[in-house]
T-cell receptor, first 113, second 112 residues
Framework: DADVTQTPRNRITKTGKRIMLECSQTKGHDRMYWYRQDPGLGLRLIYYSFDVKDINKGEISDGYSVSRQAQAKFSLSLESAIPNQTALYFC????????????FGSGTRLTVV | TQLLEQSPQFLSIQEGENLTVYCNSSSVFSSLQWYRQEPGEGPVLLVTVVTGGEVKKLKRLTFQFGDARKDSSLHITAAQPGDTGLYLCALHSNTGGFKTIFGAGTRLFVKA
């Protein structure tokens, strides 16, 4: 089994719909993240969580919300999807300091039509 | 605004050639990470460097962190088709709050 599992892998949804992307991890890391990847822009941080009770906004949090249901589970919601949220979404985990890198999931390709 | 630039953006070479890709920042960070990403998958960590001037080798890949901890290079010797992918660098800081910045990447294609 993968260390970080994301579901679904692919999703097409209509404008205005609410959608949830789920992430679970077996790394035992406290820190979890949601990133968005767009061509030519690199990975941009949406939200991050340092433990179950600690949720922080990243650089592009508008239009998104998150829930940390347990140490191993971190979900991302698009409250009312819009076409410019079409992107590749990645969940990641890291150790305490983050200096030693991230473990990423395989991603969710989201298309909003 | 902190910038992280990777160059070149695209690189297409023949199998067996050597290549170097670069990662440059306007700010100093505590560590730098290199990742490789293949189509349909998430980035996979290759190496983390934390000391200015540090050099790390991973088989045919050599990573160097600049003395000022603002830049890095990745050199691949005798590239193989399996090296094809998107190479991302990321700068990380634990001071002044948590921050990691990812570059847009260098897309490498190695032709057999």
């Amino acid at each position: 089994d993968a260390d970080v599992t994301q579901t679904p892998r692919n999703r097409i949804t209509k404008t205005g719909k609410r959608i949830m992307l789920e992430c679970s991890q077996t790394k035992g890391h406290d820190r979890m993240y949601w990133y968005r990847q767009d061509p030519g822009l690199g990975l941009r941080l949406i939200y991050y969580s340092f433990d179950v009770k600690d949720i922080n906004k990243g650089e592009i949090s508008d239009g998104y919300s998150v829930s940390r249901q347990a140490q191993a589970k971190f979900s991302l919601s698009l409250e009312s999807a819009i076409p410019n949220q079409t992107a590749l979404y990645f969940c990641a985990t890291s150790d305490f300091k983050g200096d030693y890198g991230y473990t990423f999931g395989s991603g969710t390709r989201l298309t909003v039509v | 605004t902190q910038l992280l630039e990777q160059s070149p953006q695209f690189l297409s070479i023949q199998e067996g050639e050597n290549l170097t890709v670069y990662c440059n920042s306007s700010s100093v960070f505590s560590s730098l990470q290199w990742y490789r990403q293949e189509p349909g998958e998430g980035p996979v960590l290759l190496v983390t460097v934390v000391t200015g001037g540090e050099v790390k080798k991973l088989k045919r890949l050599t990573f160097q962190f600049g003395d000022a901890r603002k830049d890095s290079s990745l050199h691949i010797t005798a590239a193989q088709p399996g090296d094809t992918g998107l190479y991302l660098c990321a700068l990380h800081s634990n001071t002044g709050g948590f921050k990691t910045i990812f570059g847009a990447g260098t897309r490498l294609f190695v032709k057999a």
